[in-house]
């Protein structure tokens, strides 16, 4: 990834963290874990799969997404999630921003939502978060 496309990723992180009034550094360490791509498409056991840089998940999302941006047009949708960087990071932001409110303002909880409804995956999930983002952010 060029200089130029990590700054201007750098910039959806931190307009979409702003907008959606999340910390950056959550959605950066959510990011990292993640370790999407552009073009990712990432198969899960259950058949759904998971989309682009913040592996966004298609079973989950892809019917409100396309519902809301895309006039209901779920190829079109598709293409943009996984193709389009910016847009998941802002799709992936805006679902943690829900997951916040779901969960009354605790930012870890609403990280384990991020990746599961399931108590031990989402436990699992949080400690790799916060793992990442003690060592990026708090050494």
Known sequence: MSVLSTHALTVCLMSASAQNHVPADIVASIL????GQPGTISKNT????????MQINNRAWLNVVSKGLFNGDKEKAYDKIVNDPCLNIKIGTWILALNLRKENGNIWRAVGRYHSANPVLAGNYVKKV???HDKYFYN
């Open 130 to 132: 916060k793992r990442i």
């Open 32 to 35: 990292y874990v993640e370790g």
């Open 46 to 53: 259950n058949g759904s799969e998971d989309l682009g840089v």
